[in-house]
T-cell receptor
Framework: DTAVSQTPKYLVTQMGNDKSIKCEQN?????MYWYKQDSKKFLKIMFS???????INETVPNRFSPKSPDKAHLNLHINSLELGDSAVYFC??????????????FGPGTRLTVL | KNQVEQSPQSLIILEGKNCTLQ??????????LRWYKQDTGRGPVSLTI?????NTKSNGRYTATLDADTKQSSLHITASQLSDSASYIC???????????FGTGTRLKVLA
C-alpha cells in the first residue's frame, strides 16, 4: 500500500528530449508538491497544487509544466531537457497546504539523468 | 533572506553512542520546524514537528528541541543504531506562507 508513488524510478534520456514523471497519492490529501534534489542533496520546492489549483510556483524554467488531472495525481512534464536538469525529483502530498502540524509524505523519488 | 543552516555537514559515530545535530534558521515570522530523516535512495520521512510554543518533542530515540528566541533547534539521537545512518534535514515554515525552507542536511553514519 504505497502512499505516494512515482514513475519511473529512473529516467535516462538525451538532451533536448521531452519527458514526464507521474505521481499518485492514495492518502486522500488535497495538496501535492514537486521538489528537486540536486547533487548536493539540497531539496528545493518547485510547485505545489491544492485541490488541482497551483499555489506555489517557484522560479523554475517554463520548460517544466506540472499538470494535476485530479487531486490524487500531479504529473511533471519537462520539455527540451538540459544537462542541469539531472537530479532526483520528489513528489509529496499533505492534507492541507499550510497549518502548523501539516505533515508532508514523500514519494520514493525519480532519478533523472540527462546525457 | 529566509535561510536554514545545519551543522555539522557530516558526522560519523560508533553504534550505541549519542549525537546531536544542529539547525539555525532566519525564517520570520516563524510557524513550525520539522526534522526529517532521509535514507539513501528514498524520500524524506518526518520525525518531529514543533511549533513556536513547543520546546521539545520526542519520537522514540529521537528528541528535538526548539529555542524560538535564538532561532535554533537540535535533534538528539540516543543510543544510535546502524539504521540511523541517513541524512537528517531541518525544515522551517514561515507563518502565512505555504513554503517550506529546507536545510542542506547532516549526513550521519553509524559504524559497528
Amino acid at each position: 500500500d504505497t502512499a505516494v508513488s512515482q514513475t519511473p524510478k529512473y529516467l535516462v534520456t538525451q538532451m533536448g528530449n521531452d519527458k514526464s514523471i507521474k505521481c499518485e497519492q492514495n492518502l486522500g490529501h488535497d495538496t501535492m508538491y514537486w521538489y528537486k534534489q540536486d547533487s548536493k542533496k539540497f531539496l528545493k520546492i518547485m510547485f505545489s497544487y491544492n485541490n488541482k489549483e497551483l499555489i506555489i510556483n517557484e522560479t523554475v524554467p517554463n520548460r517544466f509544466s506540472p499538470k494535476s488531472p485530479d487531486k490524487a495525481h500531479l504529473n511533471l512534464h519537462i520539455n527540451s531537457l538540459e544537462l542541469g536538469d539531472s537530479a532526483v525529483y520528489f513528489c509529496a502530498s499533505s492534507q492541507d497546504p499550510g497549518g502548523e502540524y501539516n505533515e508532508q509524505f514523500f514519494g520514493p523519488g525519480t532519478r533523472l539523468t540527462v546525457l | 533572506k529566509n535561510q536554514v543552516e545545519q551543522s555539522p555537514q557530516s558526522l560519523i559515530i560508533l553504534e550505541g553512542k549519542n549525537c546531536t545535530l544542529q539547525c539555525n534558521y532566519t525564517v520570520s515570522p516563524f510557524s513550525n520546524l520539522r526534522w526529517y530523516k532521509q535514507d539513501t535512495g528514498r524520500g524524506p520521512v518526518s520525525l518531529t514537528i514543533m511549533t513556536f510554543s513547543e520546546n521539545t518533542k520526542s519520537n522514540g530515540r529521537y528528541t528535538a528541541t526548539l529555542d524560538a528566541d535564538t532561532k535554533q533547534s537540535s535533534l538528539h539521537i540516543t543510543a544510535s543504531q546502524l539504521s540511523d545512518s541517513a541524512s537528517y534535514i531541518c525544515v522551517v515554515s514561515g507563518k502565512g506562507t505555504y513554503k517550506y525552507i529546507f536545510g542542506t542536511g547532516t549526513r550521519l553514519k553509524v559504524l559497528a
